[in-house]
């Protein structure tokens, strides 16, 4: 009621007053409009992105040495233990499907990562107390020939944990950090566009962190000791986050999203036999009186079926009065928009997967490629195989520096377009590198095998260097560029479902993974006799897996960008503003928003 009561005031405000509320139905820690000089923007941003480098060196200083503890610790296979590390990965990135829902639907951004940061630690406490409590130790003598089995259920049940605690938390947190810019200020936008590339370079410094000191703990000193860190560094994280309570802007959960996408297919399959007005203006539309909160969407003129749920049947009837009152009769042009970026995003998303098989080569293959060769630098100190990936990490920082600080600038000028290049440009480009990475890994494992076959001794882990800083230079373009796609091409009330929606292509490209390592490894029986993946690398042919992947990317990228060019960008309304005015402002500067994206 506060928040309805100011709203009407500053609707007749000068500019001046404007400026001084953040009028994009968010809501302050008390539940009123928030004011602009003492919430949100970077002062908040910063909390956030603290809490993200915390998660992110407890889920890299986990994920990028898993197939070596499943190799070393449980004594799996290669094969079994890519296939279990790739079953964790697609889970973990697969969940933030389910916690971005209830977000947005129920609980809330804020809510929703205070509960999973619980669980997330409930998860590290468990994989901490099994190497220290002496009932689930993997064994009691220094050489394990097998592990426990409590030891193993154990180490599952916390990393599941983990799982779920990563659902919740990836999605909520960084679109919570992005509610804290208001789209509609011209400076705060432009703030946002920024948020995601610091946003990521506060990532790849936790991810640089876990990669070197947490690695390199756990192979000389013991994974329990690593174990005690990462909980410690969670718990403090929590502690951080909750001292920005103050600073923060909230958005209250609005209720399923997916009701009103479900509406408009039963309002358009029921006037399937009407035709469909020329004119938009025809259609269904809230009027500023009665439209609460979000921002209007323009009608296009894609997938125009959807168009006939806003078509009124019987205007300025007594039937039409009835239709207009239910949501299932009759949809509204920007819930009908809604649904069409929905439906438009299936195949930027499905065409995505190849470049999320190939980013999960770094914490698989490319890991169990350094752990069998020669990792020496010097006499006496040797590289932990999983701190290869700080490669990955560092390549990111660089260049997302270089990008956001130089690039940029020069892109805006050159093109007109305030981020530069097109986001779906970027996300294609991204791709590109990613094939590059394939080919090297490639021409480089054969090199290793080659050079093992000759000399009979391990090649320099050196040698791996280029493909993963170029895999870095994949990740900083499309894994970014994804993250912006899906969170600012959703409806503004699924921004936690759209951060699941990228996380999800690498959840499933790690299915899709261990599909195609089934897949080739019987073709290449059946047609040569000999099996792709051996027991291991040496006698693998890890090689031709990575051709593989190279042609599969090569294809995908001719129907991505075939897909890209039809693409049709959210277009935000600059002729009428919503009730909270919350575009009162954004009207006034920027009108449409498909140019800036």
């Avoid at 000068?14 to 003492?38: E, F, H, I, T």
């Avoid at 994974?223 to 502690?239: D, K, N, P, R, Y």
């Amino acid at each position: 009621m506060e928040h309805n009561k100011v709203d009407t005031k500053l609707q007749e405000s000068s500019y001046d007053d404007q400026q001084k509320w953040v009028l994009d139905s968010s809501l302050d820690s008390r539940g009123g409009v928030p004011v602009r000089a003492r919430t949100g923007a970077w002062r908040a941003a910063l909390f956030v992105i603290a809490n993200e480098f915390s998660e992110r060196l407890s889920y890299f200083g986990i994920v990028t040495s898993l197939v070596v503890y499943l190799t070393t610790i449980l004594h799996q296979d290669l094969k079994m233990a890519v296939r279990n590390a790739n079953y964790w990965s697609g889970v973990t990135t697969l969940m933030p499907l389910l916690g971005g829902f209830v977000a947005d639907a129920y609980l809330g951004r804020y809510a929703t990562v205070l509960f999973a940061t619980i669980i997330y630690l409930m998860g590290l406490i468990l994989l901490t107390l099994s190497w220290f409590i002496p009932g689930l130790k993997a064994c009691n003598q220094e050489i394990c020939v097998e592990p426990r089995k409590a030891h193993e259920i154990a180490f599952f049940i916390a990393i599941y944990l983990i799982s779920i605690g990563t659902g919740g938390h990836k999605p909520s947190l960084e679109s919570f950090g992005a509610d804290q810019f208001e789209d509609g200020h011209p400076e705060e936008r432009k703030m946002k566009m920024s948020y995601f590339n610091w946003w990521s370079t506060g990532l790849c410094a936790g991810v640089l962190t876990a990669v070197t000191v947490i690695v390199y703990i756990e192979d000389r000193i013991g994974w329990g000791v690593a174990g005690i860190i990462l909980t410690v560094v969670m718990a403090t994280s929590l502690l951080i986050f909750l001292m920005g309570k103050p600073f923060y802007r909230y958005r209250a959960p609005t209720g399923s999203p997916l009701t009103p996408m479900l509406q408009v297919f039963v309002a358009a399959i029921s006037k399937r036999h009407l035709p469909c007005p020329n004119d938009s203006s025809l259609l269904h539309e809230l009027s500023r009186e009665e439209y609460t909160k979000g921002r209007f969407l323009s009608s296009t003129n894609n997938l125009k079926f959807l168009d006939k749920a806003a078509i009124i049947e019987n205007r300025g009837s007594e039937n039409g009065m009835a239709e207009k009152k239910s949501p299932w009769k009759l949809a509204t042009v920007t819930k009908v928009e809604e649904l069409k970026l929905l439906i438009n995003m299936i195949p930027i998303w499905f065409f995505t997967l190849a470049f999320g098989i190939c980013a999960t080569q770094g914490t698989t293959f490319f890991i169990k490629q350094a752990i069998i060769m020669d990792r020496h630098i010097g006499h006496n100190f040797i590289v932990p195989p999983s701190s290869m990936f700080a490669l990955v990490a560092l390549s990111m920082i660089i260049f997302l520096t270089f990008y956001e600080k130089l690039l940029v600038p020069i892109l805006r000028r050159v093109t007109g377009n305030e981020r530069g290049i097109s986001i779906l440009k970027r996300i294609g480009t991204g791709m590109v590198f990613s094939l590059i990475t394939m080919i090297i890994a490639a021409l480089i494992e054969r090199k290793r095998l080659d050079y093992t076959k000759q000399h009979h001794m391990a090649m320099s882990v050196i040698w791996l260097a280029p493909q993963f800083i170029v895999i870095g230079i994949a990740d900083a373009l499309t894994l970014l560029g994804l993250q912006e796609y899906f969170y600012d091409q959703v409806p503004d009330s699924m921004r936690s479902l759209g951060i699941a929606f990228y996380l999800s292509v690498i959840g499933a490209a790690s299915f899709v993974n261990n599909f195609l390592i089934t897949v080739t490894d019987r073709l290449a029986e059946e047609i040569s006799g000999k099996s792709l993946f051996g027991k291991d690398l040496n006698s693998s042919r890890l090689d031709r897996f990575y051709w593989t992947l190279a042609a599969l990317t090569a294809v995908n990228m001719c129907f991505f960008v075939i897909v890209a060019k039809k693409y049709t960008y959210k277009s935000v309304q600059s002729s009428l503003a919503v009730a909270d005015g919350g575009d009162d402002v954004e009207a006034a500067s920027v009108g449409n928003t498909s140019k800036y994206t």
